[in-house]
C-alpha cells in the first residue's frame, strides 16, 4: 500500500498533473475550519483501514461503506466532498455504483475517484471517465498524490458550500428587501392620495374666505389666507408627483414602439401656453426616430426634461431649448440642451434622487421629484440616462432606449426644424 507507482503504471494512470490547491479566502476561512466527509468504498476491510491510515491526516470525518449498496445507504443521509471508489467489487462492482450515484440529484456532481489493482486498460479507464469520476488511480499509490487529491476536493467542497450559503442569505435579504420595498410603495400610494383630499379641502375653503369674506378681512389675514393657499396647492401637486413616482415603481410597462417626433409633438402641445408665456424658443431637429418604450413613460420623460429646460433660466431670459437624436447602436439617445443655468459637476448625480433640489422654492418653484421620476421611468424601460453640463453654461439631458424601425442617419439628425 505504501509502495510506488512503476513507471508503466504512471504512464497509465491520469491525470499525472495534479490540481492545484485552491487558496483559502479571508470571507470563507471560518466554513473551511468545518470538516468534510470523505465516502471511501470498499469489499476489503484491510484496504478500507489503509485508506483511512493515509487521509486520517487530514483531519476530516471518513466514512466507510463495505458494498456499493451500503454506500448508497450512506449517500441518503449525508453530503460527500469526495469519494474514493473501488472498483472490483462482489453483487455491485464501481461502475454499477458510479451509475447509481450519478442519477441522484444530491450526489450527481460529487466527485468520484476510482480506485483499483486489477486493470488498467484504456476501456475500464474510459469507463470511469464516463461515468464521471474525476480521476482514476492504480494501485499501488502514493499516499502523498492521494492525499493532496483528497484535499483539494475537501477545500472546493467547503468553499462550495459556503458561496451556495451565501447565495442563499444574498436571496433572502433580496426578497426581504423587495418585499419592504413594495410595503414602502404602497404606504407611500395610500398617503399621497389619502392626503389630497383635506388639502383639497383647505385650499378651497380658504380660497372661498378670501373671495366672500374679503371686505371683512385686514390685509394681514387676507395674506394669511394667500399663504394657506399657496401651501396646500403646492402639497397637493408634492402629492401628485409621489403618486406618479409610486406608479412607475410597481406598474407593469408595456414596451412598444414609440415614435419620438409624435411624442415630442404631444408634450409641446400641452405646455404651449407655458412656451408662448416665457417666449421660449424651441427647434427641435427632425428624424428623430422611434424606440422600444412605454408610451407614457417616454412623453413623461421627455415632458420633465422640457419642462426643467423651460424653467431653470436666467430672470428675464427667454428659454432657448434644442431637441435632436443620436443613434448609439443598440440604443437611441433623445437629447435635450439649453441655454439655462446650468448645473455644477458635483451635483450631477444628486440631482437625480428624491426632493433633491439645488435652489430655494422662491427662486425656481417645483418639488423636486420630477428628475426622480425621469431616472425611475428610463431604468423601468431599460434605458440609460445622463447629464452634460456646468454651472451658468446651460444643460444637455439625455436619454437612451434601444431602437425601434426607425432610426435617424448614422451622424446623427438633420439641420431642419420641426414646426411646433
Same mark, same amino acid.
Given at each position: ?13 491520469? #491525470? ?5 490547491? %485552491? ?21 476489503? !476491510?484491510d484496504? *478500507?483501514?489503509?485508506?483511512e ?9 471518513? %466514512? ?34 458510479a !451509475? *447509481?450515484?450519478?442519477? /441522484?440529484?444530491s450526489?450527481e ?6 480506485i ?22 492504480l494501485? #499501488? @499509490? ?19 458550500? &459556503?458561496?451556495?450559503?451565501?447565495? =442563499? &442569505?444574498?436571496?433572502?435579504? @433580496? ?14 400610494y ?7 383630499a ?17 371686505t ?12 394657506? &393657499?399657496?401651501? !396646500? ?29 409624435t ?27 422611434? %424606440? ?9 420623460v ?22 435632436w ?8 439617445r433623445?437629447c435635450v =440642451? ?18 433633491? /433640489?439645488?435652489?430655494?422654492h ?6 423636486? @421629484? ?8 428610463? &431604468? ?21 432606449? #434601444?431602437?425601434?424601425n ?9 439641420? !431642419?426644424n420641426? #414646426?411646433?
Amino acid at each position: 500500500m505504501n509502495g510506488r507507482l512503476m513507471p508503466a503504471e504512471a504512464s497509465a494512470a491520469a #491525470p499525472s498533473r495534479l490540481p492545484e490547491p %485552491v487558496p483559502q479566502n479571508g470571507a470563507l476561512k471560518h466554513n473551511l475550519e468545518r470538516k468534510a466527509n470523505i465516502l471511501i468504498v470498499d469489499d476489503r !476491510a484491510d484496504k *478500507l483501514l489503509a485508506l483511512e491510515a493515509v487521509l486520517s491526516s487530514l483531519g476530516q470525518n471518513i %466514512v466507510k461503506a463495505r458494498s456499493g449498496k451500503e454506500a448508497l445507504r450512506c449517500l441518503l443521509h449525508q453530503e460527500f466532498a469526495v469519494i474514493l471508489l473501488d472498483v472490483s467489487m462482489p453483487c455491485m462492482d464501481g461502475f454499477e455504483t458510479a !451509475a *447509481l450515484i450519478r442519477k /441522484r440529484p444530491s450526489s450527481e456532481l460529487t466527485p468520484i475517484i476510482f480506485i483499483t489493482s486489477i486493470s488498467n486498460s484504456e476501456n475500464n479507464i474510459f469507463q470511469g471517465y464516463s461515468l464521471g469520476a474525476v480521476d482514476y488511480m492504480l494501485t #499501488p @499509490i502514493v499516499p502523498e498524490i492521494l492525499r493532496t487529491k483528497v484535499s483539494v476536493f475537501v477545500e472546493l467542497h467547503k468553499q462550495s458550500g &459556503e458561496i451556495k450559503s451565501l447565495n =442563499q &442569505e444574498l436571496e433572502r435579504r @433580496i426578497k426581504d428587501l423587495t418585499e419592504i420595498n413594495k410595503e414602502l410603495e404602497g404606504f407611500s400610494y395610500s398617503i399621497s392620495h389619502d392626503l389630497r383630499a383635506p388639502l383639497r379641502s383647505i385650499r378651497s375653503f380658504s380660497q372661498f374666505l378670501r373671495e366672500h369674506a374679503q371686505t371683512g378681512l385686514d390685509p394681514e389675514s387676507h395674506d394669511y389666507l394667500q399663504r394657506i &393657499e399657496r401651501a !396646500a396647492k403646492y402639497m397637493d401637486l408634492l402629492l401628485l408627483d409621489l403618486l406618479q413616482y409610486s406608479r412607475l415603481s410597481s406598474v407593469e410597462l408595456e414596451m412598444v414602439p414609440v415614435d419620438l417626433e409624435t411624442a415630442v409633438r404631444d408634450v409641446l402641445t400641452s405646455i404651449e401656453q407655458e412656451v408662448h408665456d416665457r417666449k421660449a424658443e424651441i427647434s427641435v431637429r427632425p428624424p428623430l426616430g422611434s %424606440v422600444i418604450g412605454h408610451a407614457a413613460t417616454v412623453r413623461q420623460v421627455l415632458f420633465n426634461l422640457i419642462s426643467n429646460s423651460l424653467k431653470f433660466v436666467t430672470p428675464n431670459e427667454p428659454p432657448k431649448i434644442e431637441i435632436w437624436a443620436e443613434r448609439h447602436n443598440p440604443m437611441l439617445r433623445i437629447c435635450v =440642451q439649453d441655454q439655462g443655468i446650468g448645473i455644477a459637476p458635483q451635483h450631477h448625480k444628486k440631482i437625480f434622487g428624491l426632493f433633491q /433640489r439645488l435652489h430655494s422654492h422662491d427662486s425656481y418653484p417645483g418639488t423636486g @421629484i420630477g428628475l426622480a421620476l425621469v431616472r425611475k421611468g428610463v &431604468e423601468r424601460m431599460g434605458g440609460h440616462l445622463g447629464l452634460e453640463s456646468e454651472a451658468a453654461h446651460g444643460s444637455r439631458f439625455w436619454f437612451e432606449l #434601444p431602437t425601434g424601425n426607425e432610426t435617424p442617419g448614422k451622424n446623427g439628425s438633420l439641420a !431642419a426644424n420641426l #414646426p411646433l
